[in-house]
């Protein structure tokens, strides 16, 4: 069975760090792109960073960038986000999720999806 499972959420305060992690079990994550979505109540699912498969290209949306960082570990079989700079506009549930392959822009294009894990950024 294909699994994806995040972890590394927590609440932190404005101007924090948080690292977050998707493990994978069941496949091998070497030959999929791994996205990393989130989702703020009552707002849509957005995409926040993803990286592809062999040549490790990686792309964020411009909320993000300079702040959160996207890798892989094929070892490991992991996907990191490593966010920095957090403030409350990056409170949401973020989910990872992977397809085979290149990124994809929508979400509806993964076929894997883990159960998310929830961020918070608060004093």
């Known amino acids: 069975q294909l699994q994806l499972v995040e972890s590394g959420g927590g609440l932190v305060q404005p101007g924090g760090s948080l690292r977050l992690s998707c493990a994978a079990s069941g496949f091998t994550l070497d030959y999929y792109a791994i996205g990393w979505f989130r989702q703020a109540p009552g707002k849509e699912r957005e995409g926040v960073a993803c990286i592809s498969s062999s040549d490790r290209i990686t792309y964020y949306a411009d909320s993000v960038k300079g702040r959160f960082t996207i890798s892989r570990d094929n070892a490991k079989n992991t996907v990191y986000l490593q966010m920095n700079s957090l403030n409350s506009e990056d409170t949401a549930v973020y989910y990872c999720?992977?397809?085979?392959?290149?990124?994809?822009?929508?979400?509806?294009?993964?076929?894997?999806w883990g159960q998310g894990t929830q961020v918070t950024v608060s004093s």
């Open positions: 999720a992977g397809d085979y392959g290149f990124c994809k822009r929508r979400a509806r294009d993964f076929d894997y």
